[in-house]
């Protein structure tokens, strides 16, 4: 089992900047992958950004240039660095990690991302 739990999130103006922290904890030696989704209220839970054990990325067109997704392997934390944060990015912000040999999706519990004057 992996545990995921996300912190970082609050209420931002347009412009303005945030950073988003995952912390794992369990058997995450067979973690492939972890990322970031989003969820904003009437709409699908939808990937923002990716990064592989080695340190291959992925990001959403509509993040790209704005975002970015490290990780910091000594600490098991993956994080999410928002930029020229916009009110269309306002949703619960969910780590998520892959274990392909199992076949396992993690989540975290969530964490809410506010774009507002």
């Known amino acids: 089992q992996v545990q995921l739990v996300e912190s970082g999130g609050g209420l931002v103006q347009p412009g303005g900047s945030l950073r988003l922290s995952c912390a794992a904890s369990g058997i995450i030696f067979s973690i492939n992958a972890m990322g970031w989704y989003r969820q904003a209220p009437g709409k699908q839970r939808e990937l923002v950004a990716a990064?592989?054990?080695?340190?291959?990325?992925n990001y959403a067109d509509s993040v790209k240039g704005r975002f970015t997704i490290s990780r910091d392997n000594a600490k098991n934390t993956v994080y999410l660095q928002m930029n020229s944060l916009k009110p269309e990015d306002t949703a619960v912000y969910y780590c998520n990690a892959v274990d392909l040999g199992q076949g396992m999706y993690y989540w975290g519990k969530g964490t809410l991302v506010t774009v507002s004057s």
């Open positions: 990064i592989t054990n080695s340190g291959i990325t």
